[in-house]
């Protein structure tokens, strides 16, 4: 197969698993198995979860130019916010930084992905059919949401499947967490990029420029369309028809 067509294919994929809570990194790291993308597999990986961070941004621009406005107003509630985003984000930063070289090995081994792919699905499942009480985010809220983050570190647990399943644990509005949940993820992707492009030395890349350029584009497009359908989805509660695909693609994937 042509190198282009697979990292497309592999965009696209990116796109919907980013948000859709059934595990991008487990589903990139399956099809690049599949695909034999070995050398650059972390390198494409990483320019498409570029893309799919421009599309979070680019789909709750106002939320976060009000989010950036609020240190200027004098508001207690709407400044609390900022440091909810901050709290959420610390357990995976730590986990990040102590644990992150280990958790490379894991993306490896194929048999552990489809595992924390069922894992996801039974937590989707679990979580979809908690009673809503529509209850305000704060402090103890925002460190649970972060706790649940901080499994997503594993390739095959899904980042907004474990986020906003604890928030609906939690009893919040689904608008709400699926809003919180993205916004989180923001400075989190953001870190993982910039880290990854520090130490990345340039002379062992084979995948051309063009093509990495096209991932990224179609990345984004794919993942602004499949964000949108996500929010409609949340709102009619079938965030369960999740949890049975992450289990049935983990389940197929073991066994074939």
């Given at each position: 197969?042509?190198?282009?067509?697979?990292?497309?294919?592999?965009?696209?994929?990116?796109?919907?698993?980013?948000?859709?809570?059934?595990?991008?990194?487990?589903?990139?790291?399956?099809?690049?198995?599949?695909?034999?993308?070995?050398?650059?597999?972390?390198?494409?990986?990483?320019?498409?979860?570029?893309?799919?961070?421009?599309?979070?941004?680019?789909?709750?621009?106002?939320?976060?130019?009000?989010?950036?406005?609020?240190?200027?107003?004098?508001?207690?509630?709407?400044?609390?916010?900022?440091?909810?985003?901050?709290?959420?984000?610390?357990?995976?930063?730590?986990?990040?930084?102590?644990?992150?070289?280990?958790?490379?090995?894991?993306?490896?081994?194929?048999?552990?992905?489809?595992?924390?792919?069922i894992i996801t699905g039974i937590f989707l499942i679990f979580s979809n059919f908690s009673k809503v009480k529509e209850s305000n985010l704060?402090?103890?809220?925002?460190?649970?949401?972060?706790?649940?983050?901080?499994?997503?570190?594993?390739?095959?647990?899904?980042?907004?499947?474990?986020?906003?399943?604890?928030?609906?644990?939690?009893?919040?509005?689904?608008?709400?967490?699926?809003?919180?949940?993205?916004?989180?993820?923001?400075?989190?992707?953001?870190?993982?990029?910039?880290?990854?492009?520090?130490?990345?030395?340039?002379?062992?890349?084979?995948?051309?420029?063009?093509?990495?350029?096209?991932?990224?584009?179609?990345?984004?497009?794919?993942?602004?369309?499949?964000?949108?359908?996500?929010?409609?989805?949340?709102?009619?509660?079938?965030?369960?028809?999740?949890?049975?695909?992450?289990?049935?693609?983990?389940?197929?994937?073991?066994?074939?």
């Open positions: 197969m042509d190198e282009l067509l697979k990292i497309i294919i592999l965009a696209i994929v990116q796109g919907i698993t980013e948000f859709l809570p059934i595990s991008s990194s487990g589903h990139l790291c399956l099809l690049k198995y599949f695909f034999g993308l070995n050398q650059d597999g972390a390198l494409i990986e990483i320019v498409l979860h570029t893309g799919t961070l421009i599309s979070i941004v680019f789909f709750y621009r106002k939320q976060i130019f009000e989010i950036l406005k609020i240190r200027f107003i004098d508001d207690r509630e709407s400044s609390n916010y900022i440091y909810f985003v901050i709290l959420a984000i610390i357990p995976i930063v730590i986990t990040g930084f102590l644990f992150g070289d280990s958790v490379e090995h894991v993306f490896g081994n194929i048999n552990l992905v489809c595992l924390f792919l704060n402090f103890k809220k925002s460190f649970l949401i972060g706790i649940a983050q901080m499994f997503a570190i594993l390739p095959g647990i899904s980042r907004s499947g474990m986020t906003i399943g604890m928030a609906n644990l939690l009893g919040m509005d689904i608008r709400k967490s699926a809003e919180f949940s993205f916004i989180i993820a923001i400075p989190v992707l953001f870190g993982v990029i910039i880290k990854y492009f520090s130490n990345l030395n340039l002379e062992n890349i084979s995948t051309s420029i063009e093509n990495l350029l096209i991932g990224l584009i179609v990345s984004f497009i794919t993942g602004l369309l499949a964000l949108k359908w996500l929010i409609s989805l949340l709102n009619k509660r079938k965030l369960w028809y999740f949890g049975v695909y992450c289990i049935c693609i983990g389940v197929f994937s073991f066994f074939f």
